[in-house]
């Protein structure tokens, strides 16, 4: 069994995951700093083989996802440099893996088509991603595996920032829901504002997404914001934190 390994590209941060025998070994995470050249990034992830004592040797394998085109190439290179293969480039418009029932697939963001893909080969029945990413987001696939489309909102984090203009003027706002709803100070007003309507507005799509799809649904949370919002996890039939993780090792798995 080979060693694989995934890059997931996202708005904020990149995931490098380290995978022996389809078991996720290590996961790096790595800002998504854009002033930042490959030597940077190359810089982080040999340091962090180095301190875990992965030979790069073992990789013979590598599957990128992105939804950032500017950093596509350095982990590209990454591979080709060090690791001396060509990775597979995630591309939901010509991937057989899953049908797209949506206007133009090439449009897919190819961490919610790798979501999919996992959620949908595990659960073997219709789901429901939410990934609490940059971008929060719904992708939902029905239970003959077609993907049938996807609700984008701001994450939550994003939303929060989207409040000041000037990002250095952002006060440090916890993501904790306060315990009551109507705010005495700013910090509370946004953290009830944001973190309350947020709850309301996934209960809200997850509801009207599940009676669109007409069967029986599972809903599976994902994404580096996942654990926030604590009042609704009853909603969520299972939070996966290395489902894209997962999905491009399937991805990988089915093509290299
Ligand atoms: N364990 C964690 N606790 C709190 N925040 C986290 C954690 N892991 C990641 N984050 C934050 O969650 C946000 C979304 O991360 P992620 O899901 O990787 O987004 P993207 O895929 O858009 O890059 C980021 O701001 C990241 O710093
Ligand atoms: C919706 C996204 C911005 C989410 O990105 P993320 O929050 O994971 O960084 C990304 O998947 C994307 O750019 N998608 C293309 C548009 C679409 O999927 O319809
Ligand atoms: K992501």
């Known amino acids: 069994m080979s060693k694989v390994i995934v890059f997931d590209i996202g708005n904020s941060d990149v995931v490098v995951g380290f995978f022996d025998a389809n078991i996720l070994k290590y996961s790096l995470r790595i800002k998504s700093?854009?002033?930042?050249?490959?030597l940077y990034f190359e810089y982080?992830?040999?340091?962090?083989?180095?301190?875990?004592?992965?030979?790069?040797?073992?990789?013979?394998?590598?599957?990128?996802?992105?939804?950032?085109?500017?950093?596509?190439?350095?982990?590209?290179?990454?591979?080709?440099k060090f690791?001396?293969?060509?990775?597979?480039?995630?591309?939901?418009?010509?991937?057989?893996?899953?049908?797209?029932?949506?206007d133009n697939p090439e449009e897919l963001g190819a961490d919610l088509f790798v979501n999919a893909l996992a959620a949908y080969t595990i659960h073997q029945k219709a789901c429901i991603v939410v990934d609490f990413g940059t971008a929060l987001t719904f992708t939902s696939v029905n239970s003959k595996?077609?993907?049938?489309?996807?609700?984008?909102?701001?994450?939550i984090?994003?939303?929060?920032?989207?409040?000041?203009?000037?990002?250095?003027?952002?006060?440090?706002?916890?993501?904790?829901?306060p315990e009551?709803?109507?705010?005495?100070?700013?910090?509370?007003?946004?953290?009830?504002?944001?973190?309350?309507?947020?709850?309301?507005?996934?209960?809200?799509?997850?509801s009207k997404i599940k009676t669109e799809i007409g069967e029986d649904v599972t809903v599976v949370g994902t994404g580096g914001?996942?654990?926030?919002?604590?009042?609704?996890?009853?909603l969520f039939d299972v939070i996966d934190r290395e489902l894209t993780?997962?999905?491009?090792?399937?991805?990988?798995?089915?093509?290299l």
Do not use: W
Request: with cysteine.
């Open 225 to 234: 914001l996942s654990s926030v919002l604590t009042g609704i996890f009853p």
């Open 83 to 102: 690791l001396d293969f060509d990775p597979i480039l995630v591309n939901p418009g010509i991937s057989k893996l899953m049908k797209i029932n949506i």
């Open 157 to 177: 984090k994003t939303a929060i920032k989207s409040l000041f203009s000037d990002t250095s003027l952002l006060p440090q706002v916890k993501l904790e829901i």
């Open 145 to 155: 595996g077609e993907i049938l489309g996807v609700n984008i909102v701001p994450g």
């Open 44 to 80: 982080r992830i040999l340091n962090f083989m180095l301190e875990k004592g992965i030979s790069k040797t073992d990789y013979t394998k590598g599957v990128v996802s992105s939804v950032v085109p500017s950093l596509t190439p350095y982990f590209v290179e990454f591979c080709n």
């Open 180 to 206: 009551k709803v109507i705010g005495k100070n700013s910090m509370h007003s946004i953290q009830s504002g944001i973190l309350i309507g947020y709850e309301g507005l996934v209960k809200e799509l997850i």
């Open 33 to 38: 700093l854009k002033n930042e050249n490959a």
């Open 245 to 255: 993780q997962k999905g491009l090792l399937m991805y990988g798995n089915a093509y």
